[in-house]
């Protein structure tokens, strides 16, 4: 089945520094990909759509210069985190529809802790 | 615009037990798509279910069974004779058709917790 793999799947930074998580389609091509994130205990909340070619579109309330999102192939989509801040500490994770309106398939999930 | 509620935050049953977990959505388009996903505690999401808008027919997959109504907008999940293996957070979610089909919204979730 189509696998997205997701790396790394934990990262502990300092403040100030910047953190690149990648999401990688393994086994289809994705022209679209969603960055959720998710506080303990919480739903997960879209962060951003990524678009492959064109620039991703950021949900209200997320900074479009805080969270840097790249789309550059059909099967990688990288998601910055710049300047990084206790407060993005977070579970973060991406998905990748296989075709319109098909289920998502996620990755496991990358755990930042920001010290 | 497009909303997800699951007004269960916490349920606690014991092994065997049936257990029903509700969603109500909202949407304005009449394409739309239903989702059930499983987080168990490791993180990941496993996708359960997928129900779309012009298909109200309630669907049983072993223990785990959906049931459909367009005219009260629920899409709710029922687990039979429940395990403790199904103690997980459990998120109904929603994409429509007008937003290409893609975007999807999640519910607030429900964390099921069965006791052996």
């Known amino acids: 089945g189509a696998v997205v793999s997701q790396h790394p799947s934990w990262v502990i930074c300092k403040s100030g520094t910047s953190v690149k998580i990648e999401c990688r389609s393994l086994d289809f091509q994705a022209t679209t990909m969603f960055w959720y994130r998710q506080f303990p205990k919480q739903s997960l909340m879209l962060m951003a759509t990524s678009n492959e070619g064109s620039k991703a579109t950021y949900e209200q309330g997320v900074e479009k210069d805080k969270f840097l999102i790249n789309h550059a192939s059909l099967t990688l989509s990288t998601l910055t985190v710049t300047s990084a801040h206790p407060e993005d500490s977070s579970f973060y994770i991406c998905?990748?529809?296989?075709?319109?309106?098909?289920?998502?398939?996620f990755g496991n999930g990358t755990r930042l802790t920001v010290t | 615009a497009q909303k997800v509620t699951q007004a269960q935050t916490e349920i606690s049953v014991v092994e065997k037990e049936d257990v029903t977990l509700d969603c109500v959505y909202e949407?304005?388009?009449?394409?739309?798509?239903l989702f059930w996903y499983k987080q168990p505690p490791s993180g990941e999401l496993v996708f359960l279910i997928r129900r779309n808008s012009f298909d109200e027919q309630n669907e049983i997959s072993g223990r785990y069974s959906w049931n459909f109504q367009k005219s009260t907008s629920s899409f709710n999940f029922t687990i039979t004779a429940s395990q403790v293996v199904d103690s997980a957070v459990y998120f109904c979610a929603l994409s429509e058709a007008r937003t290409g089909g893609f975007k999807t919204i999640f519910g607030a979730g429900t964390r099921l917790f069965v006791k052996a």
């Open positions: 998905s990748a529809p296989q075709a319109r309106n098909s289920p998502l398939h």
């Open positions: 949407t304005r388009d009449t394409t739309y798509y």
